[in-house]
């Protein structure tokens, strides 16, 4: 049985990597946190909420993110959630595998003493999003395969 919600969540080796360090480390981490922005639906491999300000933290698969058509939809992505205040960090596979303890945690520690240091309050609330009927929708843990938003 899952320990946490966010242990429901098996979407990438190196997520999983990720995921069990700061299970270890004790960082208040959301996998698969949605953020709505503008007519657009992100899912952020993990969000750290900070006392000021919050951080994306992406696990770039080497071979998704390296594909030529990929890297403006990343770019356009990374602008859009850094211009509402996210904080956007992406290691690379091998930065994963090979340099987790050497470069990756110490980037993420770094990033979020910059940022005030987790939040004390480890509840952060669920958005409801206005839908284009104008009724409200809070996302679901499990999406249907017709849901209509980008997961970059």
């Known amino acids: 049985m899952a320990e946490w919600i966010n242990d429901l969540f098996d979407d990438s080796p190196l997520e999983d990597c990720l995921w069990d360090e700061f299970k270890r480390l004790e960082f208040d981490a959301e996998r698969q946190w949605g953020v ?4 657009h639906y992100y899912r952020l491999d993990f969000a750290l909420f900070c006392n000021q300000g919050q951080i994306d933290i992406e696990a770039d698969g080497d071979s998704w993110h390296s594909e030529k058509n990929r890297i403006p ?7 859009d959630l850094t211009s509402r205040g996210w904080h956007i960090l992406r290691f690379n596979g091998q930065q994963i595998r090979e340099e ?38 809070q996302l679901t843990l499990f999406d249907g395969d017709d849901a209509e938003y980008d997961t970059g």
Request: one cysteine or more; hydrophobic letters at 40%; glycine letters at 10%.
């Open 73 to 79: 939809i990343d770019n356009q992505r990374d602008n």
């Open 36 to 39: 709505w922005l503008k007519n």
């Open 100 to 137: 987790l303890g050497s470069y990756c945690l110490g980037k993420i520690a770094e990033t979020v003493n910059t940022l005030g240091g987790l939040s004390e309050a480890n509840i952060v609330p669920r958005i409801f999003y206005p839908a284009a009927d104008g009724t409200i929708l």
